[in-house]
Nanobody
Framework: VQLQASGGGLVQPGGSPRLSCLAS????????IGWFRQAPGKAREWVSCLGMSDGSTLYADSVKGRSTVSRDNAKNTVYLQMNGLKPEDTAVYYCAADGRRYGGSYQCRIYDMYGWGKGTLVTVSS
């Protein structure tokens, strides 16, 4: 299993980049893709979770209302559309996978995730 995030770059405050996560090596859709980010000097934090089999979504409070996660199963790709970016959104963004459910729902708990790729840097600055 391998995941690779892309789509980062320099974004002006208020910008709307779309990040992509290309997944390979999966033999079924019984897993979720989580987006995470790590700002300079800070711990990696969870951003969103998308169930590939059921389309369920979860968002961290820090991005809720400003971000939308979606999937294109034919392209094995998950997208994170981010809107209204702020300087504090500057971070390396990663995607990873997990097949576990808690209470019947995917939650993308960071310590359960696998397949971490290199990440893509998003810098929000004018």
């Amino acid at each position: 299993v391998q995941l690779q995030a892309s789509g980062g770059g320099l974004v002006q405050p208020g910008g709307s980049p779309r990040l992509s996560c290309l997944a390979s090596g999966f033999t079924s859709s019984n897993y979720a893709i989580g987006w995470f980010r790590q700002a300079p000097g800070k711990a990696r934090e969870w951003v969103s979770c998308l169930g590939m089999s059921d389309g369920s979504t979860l968002y961290a409070d820090s991005v809720k209302g400003r971000s939308t996660v979606s999937r294109d199963n034919a392209k094995n790709t998950v997208y994170l559309q981010m809107n209204g970016l702020k300087p504090e959104d500057t971070a390396v963004y990663y995607c990873a996978a997990d097949g576990r459910r808690y209470g019947g729902s995917y939650q993308c708990r960071i310590y359960d995730m696998y397949g971490w790729g290199k990440g893509t840097l998003v810098t929000v600055s004018s």
